[in-house]
């Protein structure tokens, strides 16, 4: 289509306006969407690129020979009545990860707290029409975000799956997480989130949750509020997080090997028996003995009961395989 480009979109939306308008707050909504309009402005937001000239033995005068270099990328925006976005237009051939754009992300999301505007939003990725002239905005990104934002019950920003597909990830300000979605089964949201917690811990010196719980004040969407509570929890605890994320990817790597039958190449053989080397060593069986401890109830805050029941096994010695748990030691040679 004449116009497409290629985006990464940030989708929010304030949430209790329309009920702040039908009980005449007209002008605290005006207020919010006033600060959000300005929150929004930015023009530029710096983004790391890959150094295509890296590593080459003499570079031209002024040529970086880091890894990555920033770019200043045009920072976009519009707004329709509770709904803000924000978007950079992005080239596959720089491979940009989303460093800077996530980071703004997290300042807009924050600066709201501050100010008791509740937020719920989605980051999504791809192929789009961004007019600003002709007010035209159609394609994908907008379309996942607009169904994926209310399928969360929180106050926050998830990831849609278009994410994952196009761009390498900045780890720095994304967690894996998925209790903020109401159906896990029929849901167009990854289970990454975007961690604005880790920001605000890093830049703020109040309390957020105290804030949090001054903005509770509807009993009706008391879960949004305590599931917001439960992540900032949970975000303090993203290192161990990222491990265990980290070892169910193995995890899942080494049951479709198990699954295989006995006649497979000499390196997926090689690879199976690494797997059952890394799943029974000491250190392996220390560290999921750590998370399971009784004094770390967050993990039942982050974690699906059936999630849990495979660490609990693999702390036993068994993994799954075929959707059963399976003694580790009966594939050892």
């Known amino acids: 289509m004449q116009g497409e480009k290629q985006i990464v979109l940030a989708f929010f939306d304030i949430l209790g306006t329309s009920k702040m308008l039908n009980n005449g707050n007209y002008q605290t909504v005006y207020d919010y969407y006033d600060f959000m309009a300005k929150l929004c402005s930015d023009t530029h937001t710096p983004i790391a690129v890959v150094n295509h000239m890296y590593g080459l033995p003499k570079l031209p005068i002024g040529y970086s020979n880091a890894k990555y270099i920033i770019i200043n990328y045009d920072l976009n925006h519009c707004f329709f009545s509770d709904t803000f976005l924000l978007w950079i237009e992005v080239d596959s051939f720089l491979q940009p990860t989303l460093d800077g754009f996530l980071e703004k992300c997290c300042i807009?999301?924050?600066?709201?707290?501050?100010?008791?505007?509740p937020l719920r939003g989605v980051i999504s990725a791809g192929t789009a029409v961004m007019d600003k002239n002709k007010h035209l905005y159609l394609g994908k990104p907008l379309a996942e975000a607009a169904k994926a934002e209310p399928q969360q019950n929180w106050l926050g920003i998830g990831l849609g799956k278009s994410i994952q597909k196009i761009l390498s990830l900045d780890m720095e300000y994304v967690l894996p997480y998925f209790k903020h979605i109401k159906n896990r089964d029929e849901t167009l949201l990854s289970e990454w989130v975007l961690d604005w917690p880790y920001?605000?811990?890093?830049?703020?010196?109040?309390?957020?949750?105290?804030?949090?719980?001054?903005?509770?004040?509807?009993?009706?969407f008391d879960r949004y509020y305590s599931n917001s509570l439960s992540f900032v929890e949970i975000s303090?605890?993203?290192?161990?997080?990222?491990?265990?994320?980290?070892?169910?990817?193995d995890m899942n790597r080494l049951s479709k090997l198990l699954e295989m039958d006995k006649d497979i190449s000499d390196k997926l053989k090689g690879d199976r028996k690494q797997g059952i080397e890394i799943?029974?060593?000491?250190?392996?069986?220390?560290?999921?003995?750590s998370i399971l401890m009784p004094n770390n109830d967050w993990i039942d805050k982050w974690l699906y009961q059936n999630d849990k029941e495979i660490l609990i096994n693999l702390q036993n010695g068994f993994i799954p395989v075929n959707g059963k748990p399976v003694l580790i030691d009966k594939y050892k040679e």
């Open 108 to 117: 807009v999301f924050c600066e709201a707290i501050k100010r008791e505007i």
């Open 236 to 249: 303090e605890h993203r290192d161990t997080i990222w491990n265990i994320f980290m070892i169910f990817q």
């Open 279 to 289: 799943f029974t060593s000491q250190k392996m069986l220390d560290f999921v003995h």
């Open 199 to 220: 920001w605000w811990r890093r830049n703020e010196e109040t309390d957020v949750t105290n804030l949090i719980n001054t903005m509770n004040k509807d009993v009706k």
